[in-house]
């Protein structure tokens, strides 16, 4: 039996070295990579699919429970202010994971990365306490988010509870960005899985107690979900995490000041980011009816996103699978393929009148919105493949460095969505919540667009690490 064993072992060997260099005439070795195929790809991207729908889960089963508690509308808008605002503030504690799937693929460079993640948490952190604690909060969700007075201290209650979350944020990212450069996605589902049973014991555990109540009762199961996801991510990875290279490919270890130059423009667009969705409610609300607009928009967006979230993330697969021409045809073909297949399954959801149906009886949405709604849900339907073109240009672009153009293209995006929005609103101001569709799937064209013209100058090799 050791005998076989050995033989076999010394069989795969010489199949690898095979597989991985060949001999030319002159007797140069010449690498070859083993052809990309679908169903590695599908292993990879699929348990990221399947988290990203789960964390919209999460937040239902939030909503409901706050639901259930007194004054159910002032803790599900408190609630949503101040959720808004800690995304605000701690996203870009998270964001430094794209520096650590592009650039930090081994042990010591993925440190330096995980520094830089570390200052920025800490210093988010410091603001976001700043927020709950002295006036300058109730300045911003009243001055500048426009919140209700009576909103203000159940805001605050939920930004105190939230203070962990960039920490916590910046230590699950980290720990996702290990499993992701191992390929072991699998483990981001399961952890995206505690995190949803742990909301859901918790929800039934604290529904009639009184000390929390309200919008604290959403930050409580918020704040408990994100722990339990990240002490799992942490312990999986901290085990793949002997699996990276011990050095750098090139030999030379990446300076902090280019980790930052990496990362700035990527938080930049983030925090622009966040003023989209207010931008858009604030066009709709010049709408002949605008509370019916917002609703409906509001409604139809978040169902037509449940099958975008099916390839939210794609440029992660990008990143980490790209290594040549061949790989990059293999993966721009699954790309457009699963968008192409989305956008006409959008499409013949709401033609047929299954989306609506599906907003009338599993949403509870009023009827009086369901006819909009779901003409805001058709218009949708371009979203998948114009979300999957930006996808594919963006992993080119991370993998390479050029983050300067994701962001430029992340201001087109929002310059013409609100060109476009607030113009629909000054001439058809009987669209109603169609402004908002139009407006965001214009912003996304123009925004693939961008990435396009750009990213097609790439190299279809990807560039060194260092």
């Known amino acids: 039996m050791a005998k076989c064993r050995s033989l076999r072992h010394h069989r795969e060997v010489f199949a690898l070295a095979a597989l991985s260099s060949v001999r030319t005439a002159g007797g140069v070795a010449v690498e070859v990579r083993p052809a990309l195929r679908t169903r590695d790809i599908v292993r990879f991207h699929l348990p990221l699919a399947v988290t990203f729908l789960s964390y919209g889960i999460v937040f239902n089963i939030i909503n409901a429970s706050m639901s259930q508690t007194r004054d159910a509308a002032i803790a599900l808008a408190a609630f949503a202010v101040g959720q808004s605002i800690v995304d605000l503030f701690a996203g870009p504690a998270g964001s430094g994971n794209q520096w650590l799937i592009a650039r930090g693929r081994d042990r010591r460079s993925f440190v330096v990365g995980v520094r830089v993640m570390l200052e920025i948490a800490l210093g988010v952190t410091t603001l976001l306490a700043l927020v709950a604690f002295t006036p300058a909060g109730k300045w911003l969700y009243q001055g500048v988010f426009g919140a209700p007075a009576r909103l203000s201290d159940e805001i605050t209650t939920v930004i105190k509870f939230g203070l962990p979350l960039p920490i916590m944020w910046a230590w699950r990212n980290v720990s996702q960005s290990i499993l992701m450069l191992r390929r072991q996605t699998h483990f981001m589902t399961v952890g995206v899985f505690l995190r949803l049973g742990t909301v859901w014991g918790l929800s039934l555990l604290l529904g009639g107690q009184s000390w929390v109540q309200g919008a604290g009762l959403g930050a409580v199961l918020w704040v408990a979900g994100m722990t339990v996801e990240a002490v799992f991510a942490f312990a999986v990875a901290s085990r793949a995490f002997r699996g990276l290279p011990a050095e750098p490919a090139s030999g030379v270890l990446p300076a902090r000041s280019s980790v930052w130059r990496f990362l700035v423009p990527l938080m930049a667009t983030g925090l622009l980011w966040a003023v989209a969705r207010p931008f858009a409610n604030a066009a709709m609300a010049r709408t002949l009816d605008p509370e019916r607009s917002i609703a409906a928009f509001q409604v139809a967006w978040f169902a037509s996103f449940l099958l975008v979230a099916l390839q939210v993330e794609f440029r992660q697969v990008m990143v980490v699978f790209w290594a040549d021409?061949?790989?990059?045809?293999?993966?721009?073909?699954?790309?457009?393929?699963?968008?192409?297949?989305?956008?006409?399954l959008t499409l013949l959801l709401g033609i047929t009148g299954a989306a609506a149906w599906f907003m009338r009886t599993v949403l509870g949405t009023p009827e009086e919105l369901v006819s909009l709604a779901n003409k805001v849900f058709i218009v949708a339907a371009l979203g998948p493949v114009l979300w999957m073109l930006t996808?594919?240009?963006?992993?080119?672009?991370?993998?390479?460095?050029?983050?300067?153009?994701?962001?430029?293209?992340?201001?087109?995006?929002?310059?013409?969505?609100?060109?476009?929005?607030?113009?629909?609103?000054?001439?058809?101001?009987?669209?109603?919540?169609?402004?908002?569709a139009i407006g965001h799937i214009g912003g996304a064209a123009a925004e693939a667009g961008v990435t396009y013209w750009f990213g097609r100058k790439v190299s279809a090799e990807p560039i060194g690490d260092d």
């Open 391 to 436: 996808e594919l240009q963006v992993g080119q672009l991370l993998r390479n460095g050029m983050t300067t153009v994701i962001g430029m293209a992340k201001t087109v995006n929002l310059v013409v969505m609100g060109t476009l929005m607030f113009s629909l609103v000054a001439l058809y101001p009987g669209l109603g919540a169609l402004v908002g």
């Open 325 to 344: 021409r061949q790989s990059l045809a293999a993966l721009r073909r699954f790309g457009l393929y699963l968008s192409g297949a989305l956008s006409c």
